[in-house]
């Protein structure tokens, strides 16, 4: 939190009650930002592309991530990123570094994009959200950026799934309706199924 309010930036945290849902804790905190400019960041990731990301979108891309690697924490990394100490390459990691999801840790985009393409709040628990609202973004709102910068990802124990890939079935069975929901009608379709079960 501090690395984020030593930006100079206003920060607000999503929160809801209930098993973990990511569209419930950024609708939530979304209802108490101010600005045109989110980022939207999970809260166990970091990356230092976030401004050229940001910067990109008040240039007028619609959406930008400013990762590609991600570079998982062990314990004790994230100890000392929790200390004080800025994330570094020599930190130990818990697994090599590897792609990460588009859409998914942090991600900068207008209020207008957020508000034509919401994250889905039928995902609840783990898995298949961050790649869905991409889709959604993509077809909706049109192509993103997608920069470099390492993201680093704080250790925490791993939340309930079937898989490594997948938390639950239902997860997944959404998750293939948007990856087959390429036309922006078919999209709008899903969303708007999405927007009256919220």
């Known amino acids: 939190m501090s690395r984020w309010t030593a930006t100079g930036h206003e920060v607000v945290v999503g929160e809801h009650e209930g098993p973990w849902c990511k569209a419930r804790a950024v609708a939530d905190g979304l209802s108490r930002a101010s600005g045109n400019i989110l980022v939207v960041a999970d ?34 990394a994230t100890q000392e990123v929790l200390d004080g100490h800025d994330p570094h390459a ?23 994009a957020y508000e034509v393409a919401p994250l889905d ?9 961050d790649e869905s609202w991409a889709h959604a973004l993509r077809a909706l709102a049109g192509e993103g950026w997608r920069g470099n910068a390492p993201l680093w990802h704080l250790w925490h124990p791993p939340q309930e799934r079937m898989s490594r890939r997948w938390g639950s079935t239902a997860a997944r069975a959404l998750a293939s309706r948007y990856a087959r929901a390429r036309t922006p009608g078919r999209m709008r379709a899903l969303v708007d199924e999405a927007l009256s079960a919220a």
Request: charged letters at 20%; aromatic letters at 10%; zero cysteines.
């Open 121 to 129: 709040p039928r995902f609840v628990g783990w898995s298949g959200e």
């Open 90 to 112: 020599d930190m130990d990691l818990t697994q090599r570094p590897y792609e990460g999801w588009p859409g998914g840790g942090l991600v900068a985009l207008t209020r207008d």
């Open 43 to 76: 809260a166990d990731v970091w990356s230092p592309g976030w401004g050229d990301a940001v910067d990109l979108v008040q240039a007028g891309v619609p959406w930008a991530m400013p990762h590609g690697p991600v570079r998982r924490l062990t314990h004790a």
